[in-house]
């Protein structure tokens, strides 16, 4: 039964930095790409990042380019995303996407990221 686990949320100071890890399991799952989305308080999930597992090709929302970077271990099915410059407009509860190259979504319980000014 596949599994995504997200962490490395936390509070932070504007300006500062934090690092988000999201695993899939089982790892012998071959993934086509992971991602990262968040939803903030009162308003719809929007998408930040995603990465092909395969191709190492990489897309990003606007609001997070040159702050943001999307990093993986293929062979961990693991997916990193660093956050620098962080703003209170980046608070939110950011989860992890995982597609299979067999088809499918699965989504993890996501990682609370709370930014204060």
């Known amino acids: 039964q596949e599994q995504v686990v997200e962490s490395g949320g936390g509070l932070v100071e504007a300006g500062g930095s934090l690092r988000l890890s999201c695993v899939a399991s089982?790892?012998?799952?071959?993934?086509?790409?992971m991602a990262w989305f968040r939803q903030a308080p009162g308003k719809e999930r929007e998408f930040v990042a995603r990465?092909?597992?395969?191709?190492?090709?990489?897309n990003y929302a606007d609001f997070v380019k040159g702050r943001f970077n999307i990093d993986k271990d293929s062979a961990e099915n693991t997916v990193f995303l660093d956050m620098k410059t962080l703003r209170p407009g980046d608070t939110a509860i950011y989860c992890c996407?995982?597609?299979?190259?067999?088809?499918?979504?699965?989504w993890g319980q996501g990682a609370q990221v709370a930014v204060t000014s």
């Open positions: 996407s995982t597609r299979p190259h067999i088809g499918g979504e699965y």
């Open positions: 089982p790892r012998s799952l071959s993934l086509h790409d």
């Open positions: 990465i092909n597992m395969i191709s190492w090709s990489t």
